[in-house]
């Protein structure tokens, strides 16, 4: 078992250096050196996506509002007798059209 093992471990070590070696001699490397500063940025497609996803949301949520203002305006009409908010004209007219008086 103590044969296997150390076996085993010179099998990794060869195959974590040979992994190395391939990756240092690479064009994965290109463009690594002192000063070098690497940084991560999203993909444009990425950006355009969340951008087209929060419009989304403010026009649902605009329109909501709107919808909501809508009900309310009904609702209130409802309540004045559907007239609009205007009272009815319950003078008599007689029948020159002018009014009694």
Known sequence: DGMTDALQV????????????TIANSNAMNGMGEGVVWKTTMA????????VNVGLVALSALWGVFA??????????????????????????????????
């Open 68 to 101: 909501i203002r809508k009900g309310l305006k009904k609702m209130k009409a409802a309540e004045d007798g559907s007239t609009g908010g205007e009272p009815a004209n319950t003078e008599p007219v007689n029948a020159d059209n002018k009014k009694d008086g």
């Open 44 to 51: 444009k497609w990425k950006v355009a996506l969340i951008c």
């Open 10 to 21: 010179k099998a990794l070590r060869k195959a974590t250096k040979n992994i190395l070696y």
